[in-house]
């Protein structure tokens, strides 16, 4: 069993209600959920909200996987971390420990059925305990003290040569539930990386993002790139 877990909450601070905002033609949840619903791997998807308006939008796709956890007003506060309403989703429901969870989340619109199941393959391909996505960046890091962080400054590679940095996108992450519970972690173990396309590295947290991100989403339609 695979269960595809999207935690939204309905008090965001900078951007109110964002996540049933339009974006790209439809409500920015409506990504994140038809790429599950696409997806073969996925069994069931749960989507976890403390908001009537955004459960009401998200029911309204009629997606089939679809099932809604009602996240208690602590998981749901401005405090509360992803951890917390996955934590307290996975021992309320008593999920079976073996079953696989894929954390995905609202505000990375342009995770595709494709990415997710890629990710899925290298976990049980390779035996991964948890995978997460990551974007490669050739950019030049500097630690506060003047000194480079990930490549010789004495020695710059050309752009074609440098290997980058893997970055944190922020799109998905895969474990079981037996080892989000032991580590109270959604990564945990051996952990694999999966690499996504450098523009999935966005998420929509700030009103500059918005406008990046329905650039980004327009160019993607008009060149007819699978971003469903």
């Known amino acids: 069993m695979t269960i595809a877990f999207i935690p939204a909450r309905g008090g965001s601070k900078s951007i109110p209600l964002k996540n049933i905002k339009s974006f790209g033609g439809h409500p920015l949840i409506y990504w994140v959920l038809k790429a599950a619903q696409d997806c073969g ?5 749960v989507l976890a ?5 955004i459960k009401e939008v998200s029911l309204s796709f009629d997606f089939s996987k679809l099932n809604i956890y009602d996240r208690s007003p602590d998981s749901a506060s401005d405090h509360a971390s992803t951890e917390q309403v996955l934590l307290e989703y996975l021992e309320n ?23 997710i199941e890629e990710a ?19 950019h030049f890091y500097w630690n506060q003290d003047g ?39 959604r990564l945990s173990g051996k952990i694999g990386v999966y690499e996504m396309p450098e523009h999935t590295a966005l998420e929509l947290d700030e009103p500059l993002d918005w406008l990046t991100g329905e650039a980004i989403m327009k160019e993607l339609t008009k060149n007819k790139i699978d971003h469903e």
Do not use: M, W
């Not at 990930?150 to 539930?177: C, M, V, W």
């Open 147 to 185: 000194t480079s962080k990930n490549y010789d400054h004495q020695n710059r590679p050309r752009r074609q040569e440098f290997k980058g940095t893997l970055q944190e996108n922020g799109a998905i992450y895969l474990s079981t539930a037996s080892q989000i519970i032991k580590s109270k972690n």
């Open 41 to 45: 791997n996925i069994d069931q998807i």
């Open 93 to 115: 429901e008593k999920i079976a420990p073996s079953t696989d969870i894929v954390l995905l989340q609202a505000t990375s619109p342009f995770t595709t059925s494709k990415h």
């Open 120 to 138: 899925i393959e290298i976990k049980n391909k390779e035996a991964y305990e948890s995978v997460l996505s990551c974007v490669r960046v050739k």
């Open 49 to 53: 909200t403390d908001s009537d308006s």
